[in-house]
Each structure stands twice: as C-alpha cells, then as structure tokens.
C-alpha cells in the first residue's frame, strides 16, 4: 500500500483556485477531508457502465466494474485503477483506519475497510462528492 507525502502531488494549487474550482461540498470533502451525509450522493445509486473520476483533477479513480452495494450509504468499489489512489494512517476520532486520496492531488476521497467482496476483500468507501461520473460510451 502506497503512502502519500503531501508535498509531492501532480496538481497542486493555491486555496483559492480549490475554494473556486469546487463546489462548497466538494471543497470541504477534498480539500478538507470532511465527510458528506450518509446517502446524500445520486452516485451511490448509479449503476451505469463508465468511470469514476476525481471531482478536483479528474484523474480515473474507479471503474463501475469494481463498484458493490456495501449498504454503508457511500458509494463502494472493491478494487481502485491501477496506481490512481494512495493512502495515509488516519488516527482522528480516536481509530486507526487508511485514508484514501487521489495520488494526483491528494483529495480526500474516503477510507479503506478490509470488509469488501471477493476477489480483493477490501471496501473503497468514497466520498460521492470527491467524485464526477462519466458513463461508458
């Protein structure tokens, strides 16, 4: 498992250009690493064939091929594309869990649980916010 250092990201910019690239719910998920509503997303429920992208820089992130119903109320992959996610050690709230970001601008995407189906046996718990849906063509 890759680990981030936040100073070594593709994309970077100032606060500003996040604070006007995002929505105000994107920018508190990826930027500040908050966490939306359980269930608030429409890509919980979206069941299409395409590609999750990062809502901040638009990095592949997800194939819908590896997207589950984990009934958590987030939208759930049990595998990430190949090299687009990395991780950290989130020790906040009092629990160890790995926090997932996108290894291009370090958004906060979510956390990875080992409770996932086969073939891996690991949940993607993402943000829907940190997330921009492009069905297949």
């Known amino acids: 498992m890759a680990s981030t ?8 910019r100032p606060d500003d250009e996040w604070r006007h ?10 930027r500040q690493h908050d966490t939306e509503f359980r269930n608030s997303s429409p890509l919980n429920a979206e069941k299409r064939n395409g ?6 820089c638009g990095l592949a992130l997800f194939s819908s091929e ?3 119903e984990s009934g958590s109320g987030w939208p759930s992959f049990w595998a990430a594309i190949d090299k687009a996610v990395a991780f950290t050690e989130d020790r906040s709230h009092g629990m160890f869990r ?9 958004g906060h995407l979510g956390h990875l649980f080992p409770d996932g189906p086969k073939p891996t ?14 069905p297949a063509e």
């Open 66 to 68: 590896a997207k589950f």
């Open 51 to 56: 590609t999750f992208y990062c809502a901040g």
């Open 21 to 30: 690239a995002l929505t105000p719910v994107q920018y508190a998920v990826l």
């Open 5 to 12: 250092d936040h100073d070594t990201f593709e994309v970077q």
């Open 98 to 106: 790995i926090e997932m970001h996108c290894r291009r601008c370090g």
């Open 121 to 134: 046996g690991q949940r993607f718990c993402v943000n829907g916010a940190s997330l921009e849906f492009k």
